[in-house]
């Protein structure tokens, strides 16, 4: 086989077996991209309600709490605490149910972890199984591969030699840019 063609057949096969990595990977990496605009994990759900607290917030106790959010929430507290003199922190299974004790305000906090995103990023993160940080180094070196088999299939005036040599530069300005201006 010539030096070209098993150059096509290492990126043409690379680029089949890792299709589904890079689509799982670029998915979840738009939503890590945007984490600090909405949670790629949970949907949080909040509800704010008034109850009336007894008089001697010293007597409340899990039926107590249970017994005063059970009409507004579908949330069950299994433990709580004080934080602090103004404050009740209930948890629940889902979330967690924290009261101003002054004013018998709650508010109800709960997560439903969202099925398709979790799962994915799940897969970003190092989840420090061997064989899956294994996978994921051999993806990433596969992707180097990937990108420099690529450079070299079209020769002539399109190939690296001309016009990929410009296409290449024009994106490494980008990256190199940000680091220049994120990174001091």
């Known amino acids: 086989m010539k030096l ?8 043409r096969d690379l680029s089949y ?4 990595m890079v689509i799982i990977y670029s998915i979840s990496g738009i939503a ?12 949080i759900n909040q509800q704010t309600f008034r109850v009336e607290l007894p008089s001697d917030t010293s007597k409340i106790n899990t039926a107590i709490l249970n017994q005063l959010i059970e009409g507004q929430s579908n949330e069950r507290v299994l433990s709580y605490y ?29 997560l439903k972890r969202r099925p398709l ?6 897969l ?6 061997a064989w899956w940080t294994a996978f994921s180094d051999i993806f990433a070196v596969s992707l180097i ?20 040599t410009l296409l290449v530069a024009a994106g490494l300005l980008l990256p190199i840019l940000a680091l220049i201006l994120f990174f001091k």
């Open 4 to 11: 070209r063609k098993i150059n096509r057949v290492i990126h």
């Open 17 to 20: 077996f890792f299709a589904g």
């Open 32 to 43: 890590l991209n945007h984490i600090h605009q909405w949670n790629p994990n949970f949907t």
């Open 82 to 110: 004080y934080p602090n003199n103004s404050k009740l922190k209930g948890f629940t299974k889902n979330g967690t149910a924290t009261i101003t004790l002054s004013t018998g305000e709650v508010k109800v906090e709960t």
């Open 117 to 122: 995103f979790s799962r994915i990023n799940f």
């Open 124 to 129: 970003h993160y190092n989840t420090a199984r």
């Open 145 to 164: 591969v990937i990108t420099i088999t690529g450079l070299l299939i079209v020769k002539g005036k399109n190939g690296i030699k001309r016009r990929g």
